[in-house]
């Protein structure tokens, strides 16, 4: 059975400083793994995934993340944030065999100005 | 090309009521996952449909069922409503197949149960 762990409920960080939200999974078998951004009353949206290749992974927004195998991390970082990244983060993990999507419980990025 | 909708958006119901929740999927997909978020968690996985049938299941109990149409739209049907069921309901579209296919989410609905 695959999990995934964020291991900060809420991370505060102030605007145009980096910020780095972490992710561990856990799985027996191999995995795709996804960030998705949940902006207020909104659905989720895929910032980036890693389904193979380097594992310096770029997404939208400014994003990127590093797949990490002998850490089992997916760590999601922006070098420089802004007011409208002010969101819920998900990291996910999803089995090879199918397309069921297991989800961390979030990490809700607070920007200060 | 439209996305992935939902509706209603927000619906109120109370305990032992039964609800059904719609979702058109994006177009030419054929595979349609339905989620459940309560409030300060993550989305869990009820089921997927791929083609009209169930394709796969995660842990959920009979109560929560489904069904495909041949458009490929669904429905999430819950019977017997509890205080727990109240979350964001959330449906995914994707284009089912081997490969990896990337999900595309709605907006969810909101289901309050008194």
């Known amino acids: 059975a695959q999990s995934v762990t964020q291991l900060d409920s809420q991370v505060p960080v102030f605007e145009e400083a980096p910020v780095e939200l972490r992710c561990n999974y856990s799985?027996?078998?191999?995995?795709?793994l996804f960030w998705y951004v949940q902006y207020p009353n909104q659905g989720l949206q895929l910032l980036l995934k890693?389904?193979?290749?380097?594992?310096l992974v770029k997404g939208i927004n400014g994003f990127e993340a590093e797949f990490n195998k002998s850490q089992t991390s997916f760590h999601l970082r922006k070098p420089s944030v802004h007011i409208s990244d002010t969101a819920e983060y998900f990291c996910?993990?999803?089995?090879?065999?199918?397309?069921?999507?297991?989800f961390g419980k979030g990490t809700r990025l607070h920007i200060l100005p | 090309e439209t996305g992935v909708t939902q509706s209603p958006t927000h619906l109120i119901k109370t305990r032992g009521q039964q609800v059904t929740l719609r979702c058109s999927s994006q177009?030419?997909?054929?595979?349609v996952s339905w989620y459940q978020q309560a409030l300060g968690q993550g989305p869990q996985f009820i089921f997927q449909?791929?083609?009209?049938?169930?394709?796969g299941r995660g842990n959920f109990p009979p109560r929560f069922s489904g069904l495909q149409f041949p458009n490929y739209s669904s429905e999430l049907n819950v019977n017997a409503l509890e205080l727990d069921d109240s979350a964001l309901y959330l449906c995914?579209?994707?284009?089912?197949?081997?490969?990896?296919?990337?999900?595309?989410f709605g907006p969810g609905t909101r289901l309050t149960v008194l």
């Open positions: 890693y389904l193979s290749g380097s594992t």
């Open positions: 449909y791929y083609r009209e049938e169930e394709n």
């Open positions: 799985s027996s078998v191999s995995v795709y």
């Open positions: 996910a993990v999803s089995d090879l065999r199918d397309d069921k999507i297991i």
């Open positions: 995914a579209s994707s284009l089912g197949g081997l490969n990896y296919n990337e999900q595309f």
């Open positions: 177009s030419g997909h054929n595979t």
